[in-house]
């Protein structure tokens, strides 16, 4: 039994925190494959009584800490499962953990380059890898962030900052009408007005019709308004489309604007032979919007968002300080120099983030995730040709990705029905959403732990629910 005594214990005290900490990441780990995603107890109880806790001034016992813990995690909905479908699903890797511990222990400041120049140079190493996979020029920059709703907001960030300077106000932006919603959070955040963020109609209900677009920016510009930037989704949250990039990256071009492209979801597709296919026109975009935390399945809290031109980042975000007056800032114009990250985003103090990225693909090497991203599609393709011949299944839009999306007759509370049936088993979730004024249910396979029989089970669930 372990009683921590100091800060920085001695050896053998390490050590066995260590091993105590390690028996309870193997049970996580080695019982994933075999764990319900649903019915668990919801844990009301114990959250009430964890709110009523507060430390206490003596140390507790480390066994007694982590079997507090083994009850937090025995509720709730266990998203890291293999039959997890709703929403985006996040399985989390070992590896990134491994990697986040060095780097929380080592905490090594990495904001400014010339305090730990290797550490940031690995970081460093990574992000390239992340430009280059995506075809974009040497000034490319990639940056790593809380996640893909802090990619989005400093992308539009640096739109306003090139094209409308100080006129936020007069700004506009241009968005499909299945956009993730932290797009149109992130406009408003960075001062534009919600009434100026163009929401541009479909012509398939999926995607973004790029007529739309250049017709508002041409009625903005005539209106006195500053289109600032059109942004594209590389794999929507609802149904998987992809938007017709290269469109609307020649659109953007013509107008002289910013191309977003938000590919939280899908940009790691790009990695496949199919996917390069369905995201071509993606290399032409000005920012991109990446969520490794997806898929690459790495744990929540790790985002990117790599730029075309690394001056772009220092416009939005570069800002002096007298009491940074002794270190030597990174030139942006000498792409040698290991960069500054604190004068490419928000953030001045920020986590050594490059390693939890790193380790994990040090260790499986790119082509195991290539391999499972394919994984995912082929069995998309197989959900879909099984629910598609089910008389009482109407598969609904194509699938660009790995997201699928269906229903049964009646109406929206029959969808709601089967949802509730499916989830009964407590080995599957799934998700809805509204498509056409519709709700339709979405089927959405990532998971690194997902395998054909997991797919196979949601199948039988499905079509048994719809069958009643």
């Not at 009434?195 to 398939?204: A, L, N």
């Not at 903005?220 to 290269?246: K, M, R």
């Not at 390693?355 to 499986?364: D, G, M, N």
């Amino acid at each position: 039994m372990v009683t921590l005594t100091a800060f920085d214990p001695p050896a053998d005290e390490t050590a066995a925190v260590l091993d105590e900490v390690g028996a309870l990441v193997a049970e996580l780990v080695t019982g994933a494959a075999e764990r319900k995603v649903l019915g668990h107890d919801r844990g009301e109880a114990l959250a009430a009584r964890l709110l009523a806790t507060r430390p206490g001034a003596t140390p507790r016992e480390l066994g007694s800490v982590l079997d507090e813990l083994r009850e937090v995690l025995a509720t709730g909905v266990d998203n890291a499962a293999p039959g997890e479908f709703a929403y985006i699903p996040g399985s989390g890797l070992l590896t990134s953990a491994l990697g986040e511990l060095i780097a929380s222990v080592a905490n090594r400041y990495t904001g400014l380059a010339g305090f730990t120049p290797a550490a940031v140079a690995l970081e460093q190493s990574v992000l390239r890898w992340l430009t280059e996979l995506f075809d974009l020029p040497e000034r490319a920059q990639a940056v790593l962030l809380a996640g893909g709703s802090a990619a989005n907001l400093s992308a539009l960030v640096a739109a306003r900052e090139k094209h409308a300077g100080g006129r936020a106000d007069l700004a506009t932006v241009y968005v499909g009408q299945h956009a993730h919603a932290s797009v149109r959070k992130a406009a408003r955040i960075a001062g534009i007005p919600a009434e100026q963020i163009r929401v541009c109609g479909s012509t398939d209900g999926a995607r973004i019709d790029p007529e739309a677009v250049r017709i508002a920016i041409k009625q903005d510009e005539s209106d006195g308004f500053v289109p600032i930037a059109v942004v594209g989704a590389a794999g929507t949250t609802n149904a998987g489309a992809v938007d017709p990039l290269g469109d609307l990256a020649g659109i953007a071009h013509d107008a002289g604007i910013w191309f977003h492209v938000d590919a939280a979801y899908g940009g790691f597709f790009q990695l496949t032979e199919r996917g390069r296919t369905r995201l071509a026109g993606i290399e032409l975009a000005d920012s991109i919007t990446l969520d490794p935390h997806k898929s690459l399945f790495l744990p929540f809290g790790t985002g990117a968002l790599l730029v075309r031109d690394r001056d772009d980042l220092v416009r939005a975000f570069g800002e002096e300080a007298d009491y940074l007056r002794d270190h030597e800032a990174s030139g942006s114009d000498d792409l040698d120099r290991l960069p500054d990250f604190s004068s490419l985003t928000p953030e001045l103090t920020r986590a050594w983030r490059g390693l939890r990225l790193w380790l994990p693909l040090q260790l499986h090497g790119v082509d195991a995730y290539r391999d499972a991203l394919d994984r995912t599609l082929d069995l998309t393709v197989h959900a879909r040709e099984v629910l598609e011949a089910d008389p009482n299944v109407e598969v609904v839009g194509t699938s660009d990705l790995s997201i699928l999306t269906f229903r049964v007759p009646g109406g929206d509370a029959r969808q709601d029905e089967l949802l509730a049936a499916v989830h009964t088993d407590g080995r599957v979730h799934l998700s809805s959403t509204v498509i056409d004024g519709r709700v339709v249910i979405r089927l959405a396979t990532l998971s690194h732990r997902t395998t054909p029989a997991t797919v196979g089970l949601a199948l039988e669930l499905i079509r048994a629910a719809a069958a009643r």
